[in-house]
C-alpha cells in the first residue's frame, strides 16, 4: 500500500479539483476563494485570489484557463489574475455553485453544479463544448463531484456524494449521453464518494470524504486497491509527475471542529504518494 506524504501545509477548507499541467500541479480552496499551483521540480508555490467561490480550474487551448465560479465559468489569466465571464450559470438558483470538471480527449468539459448548502437535489451535470453549454439529463443531485472520462473518451463517471453512488454514461459521437448506469454505491460508514479520477487502464479512482482513503475500482467496478491517509477528508487526486505515476491528493478540513483538527492536524494540506500504473494526461478545453 502506498504511503502518503505531505508535500504543501497549507490547511485549505475545502482542496479540491487538482490538475497537473505542463510540470505543475494546479488546484483549487472552494470556501476560501483561492487558485493554487505547486511546482514540485522548483519547490514553487503561488497562490491567487478568485472574487467568488471557485471549484474547479482546467486548462483551455491557447494557454489559459476555464474557472468554473459560483456564478459561472469565467476564463483565467494567471498573468494578470484576471477572471472573464464566459457564460453564466443556474442565475435562477442563487443558492448553487459550479463544483468540479473534467475535460475529454475530444476538447469537451463536463462539470457539475450542487446547492451550496449541500441539502437541496437542485445540482446538475453539463457540458461546455467550444463556447456552447448544454445541460444533460444528469439531474436531481445535491453535491455533485467529478465526473471523469475513460481513456478512450467513451464513459462518462459521475458521483452522487450523498448518495454514495458512481454512474456511469456511455458519451455519443456528438457529445450526448446515454442512460445513467450503476458503477459502484458506498456505504455511507465507509465515507462518501467524492472526486473520481480515471488512469491508463481505466480504473477509476474514488477519494473518500469522511474516508481516510482512496480507493481504485476496476472497469468493473470491483475494489483492487486503496490508499490510507492521516487525514479523514480526501476530495479528489490526479495523476502528475514526469511519468504520471506521482499521485497528488488533495484534502479539506471544513466544518471539523477545532477537536477534530488537532487529532488530524494536516488535514486541508496537499499529498503526494506514487503508484505503479500511470494516469493520462489532461486534455486541454477546446476553444
Known amino acids: 500500500m ?3 506524504r505531505n508535500v504543501w501545509d497549507l490547511h485549505c477548507e475545502l482542496g479540491e479539483g487538482p490538475v497537473w499541467v505542463e510540470g505543475a500541479l494546479w488546484f483549487v480552496d472552494i470556501k ?3 487558485i493554487h499551483r505547486y511546482d514540485p521540480a522548483g519547490g514553487g508555490r503561488r497562490s491567487w485570489d478568485a472574487p467568488e467561490q471557485v471549484g474547479f480550474i482546467l486548462p483551455e487551448e491557447g494557454g ?3 474557472a468554473g465560479l459560483q456564478s459561472g465559468l469565467h476564463r483565467f489569466n494567471p498573468e494578470s489574475g484576471g477572471f472573464d465571464l464566459i457564460a453564466e450559470m443556474e442565475p435562477e438558483r442563487p443558492d448553487n455553485r459550479l463544483n468540479d470538471a473534467v475535460a475529454d480527449p475530444a476538447g469537451r468539459m463536463w462539470f457539475g453544479t450542487m446547492d451550496n448548502g449541500e441539502r437541496d437535489r437542485s445540482g446538475a451535470f453539463y457540458r461546455y463544448e467550444r463556447g456552447i453549454v448544454v445541460r444533460t439529463h444528469i439531474e436531481g443531485i445535491a453535491i455533485t463531484n467529478g465526473p471523469c472520462v475513460s481513456p478512450d473518451g467513451r464513459i462518462l463517471y459521475f458521483v452522487d456524494t450523498l448518495g454514495g453512488t458512481i454512474e ?4 455519443h459521437s456528438d457529445g450526448s449521453l446515454g442512460p445513467r448506469r450503476p458503477f459502484v454505491r458506498i456505504d455511507p460508514k465507509e465515507g462518501h464518494p467524492d472526486g473520481p479520477t480515471i488512469d491508463s487502464e481505466g480504473c477509476v479512482w474514488i477519494s473518500l470524504y469522511a474516508g481516510w482513503e482512496a480507493r481504485r475500482y476496476s472497469p468493473t467496478g470491483k475494489l483492487v486497491d486503496r490508499v490510507r491517509f492521516p487525514v479523514s477528508n480526501i476530495t479528489k487526486i490526479a495523476f502528475g509527475g514526469d511519468d504520471l505515476r506521482t499521485v497528488y491528493a488533495t484534502t479539506a478540513r471544513q466544518l471539523l471542529k477545532p477537536e477534530q483538527i488537532a ?3 494536516q488535514i486541508g494540506d496537499l499529498f503526494e504518494f506514487r503508484v505503479d500504473v500511470p494516469g493520462v494526461p489532461c486534455p486541454r478545453v477546446a476553444r
Open 2 to 4: 502506498a504511503e502518503p
Open 32 to 34: 476560501t476563494q483561492k
Open 64 to 66: 489559459a484557463f476555464i
Open 168 to 171: 456511469a454514461a456511455d458519451i
Open 263 to 265: 487529532k488530524q492536524p
